[in-house]
């Protein structure tokens, strides 16, 4: 198990999201922000490396997809 | 909020594609919550094994790899894998995004893939990323 720390958080944000959210605890809710934050923040950083044009980057996409299905058939 | 099916193909792109193009713009949208995204395992399956081909692994450490599929897990609205999905398109692999769309009730299946943007009739629709992007009202970026 993770070692965990404690951290002050603004009570009335900590409402909001739990109205948001109320089938997740207190942990859950602070823990998928961070890691949204994480992946958004990989996201972009990859975005300004690669840079690919719409074009190049659709095509790039379905066939990545199509050849992952052809290598599991 | 509008409510959309990203498809592997579209995530995949919006990995590697310039800040500013509609794939790009549509998990930015994500993001603020002007989009929700609907999403399942077995197409995260697809985006996961996507990254491991060649080019991907190229271009994004497997940390960021591993971050972008676990942040996109915890932003999309998950549904169960379809159970069964009603033959419809003509690659049937295709077949579990129109399941799964009707089952999240989402308003469209955005894709860059033929093999759904040419099925005339289908509900949701297919649409392309740029189509999309227009309907939600996002502005293209210079160049996209």
């Known amino acids: 198990m993770a070692a965990t720390t404690s951290v002050e958080i603004d009570s009335e944000l900590l409402a909001r999201l739990r109205e ?6 207190d942990r859950q809710l602070i823990e998928d922000l961070v890691l949204i934050q994480l ?14 044009s719409e074009e190049e980057a659709v095509e790039l996409g379905v066939r990545a997809v199509h050849e992952t299905r052809g290598a599991r058939s | 909020m509008t409510r959309l099916l990203l498809d592997a193909s579209v995530l995949l792109s919006a990995a590697v594609a310039r800040p500013g193009t509609p794939t790009a713009l ?10 929700e995204m609907v999403a399942c395992e077995r ?4 985006v996961s094994r996507g990254f491991e081909g060649s080019y991907f692994r190229d271009r994004l450490s497997a940390d960021d790899r591993e971050a972008v599929l676990t942040g996109l897990r915890r932003i999309a609205l998950m549904r169960a894998d379809p159970a069964s999905a009603p033959a419809v398109l003509r690659d049937p692999d295709d077949d579990y995004l129109v399941a799964l769309a ?3 009730d989402a308003e469209a299946i955005v894709t860059g893939d033929h093999d759904l943007l040419d099925h005339t009739g289908l509900k949701p629709e297919a649409i392309t990323p740029r189509e999309a992007c227009r309907r939600v009202g996002l502005s293209l970026g210079e160049g996209a």
């Open chain 1, 20 to 25: 948001r959210w109320p089938e997740k605890s």
């Open chain 1, 39 to 52: 992946g958004f923040a990989a996201l972009l950083s990859s975005q300004q490396r690669n840079a690919l």
């Open chain 2, 26 to 35: 549509l998990l930015d949208a994500v993001e603020d919550g002007t989009v």
């Open chain 2, 43 to 46: 197409l995260f399956g697809e």
């Open chain 2, 102 to 104: 009707i089952d999240a």
